[in-house]
Nanobody, 131 residues
């Protein structure tokens, strides 16, 4: 069964860090671009970070909102992709999802997601940034 499962969310204080994990089963994550997305209450789902399929050198792309303080990376041994987020602020509060897609769409070096290209969405993991 093809499945993605997110984990690692929680409550963190402003300025703190979290590492989210997206574990895959039923397929190799290396064969797909893997994206991280988030959806805050009352807002549309947005792309956060993306790593291209391994045949394209695992290039990484970030949304402007997280660029410079986040790192997306593959853990091939675990068939997983992680997202490390630093300097968290209240605007990062959201449910975070991962999904697989054919490629990472980027414009001017920033990840600009086309959600319809991604599938096998996980159930999401809640990240709450609060003091």
């Amino acid at each position: 069964q093809v499945q993605l499962v997110e984990s690692g969310g929680g409550l963190v204080q402003p300025g703190g860090s979290l590492r989210l994990s997206c574990a895959g089963s039923g397929f190799s994550l290396n064969d797909y671009a893997i994206g991280w997305f988030r959806q805050a209450p009352g807002k549309l789902r947005e792309g956060v970070a993306c790593v291209s399929k391994s045949s394209r050198s695992d290039n990484t792309w970030y949304a402007s909102s997280v660029k410079g303080r986040s790192t997306i990376s593959r853990d091939n041994a675990k068939n997983a992709v992680s997202l490390l987020m630093n300097s968290l602020n209240v605007d990062d509060t959201a449910v975070y999802y991962c999904a697989r897609g054919p490629f990472c769409r980027q414009i001017n070096g920033k990840f600009v997601a086309r959600l319809e290209l991604f599938d096998n969405w996980g159930q999401g993991t809640q990240v709450t940034v609060s003091s």
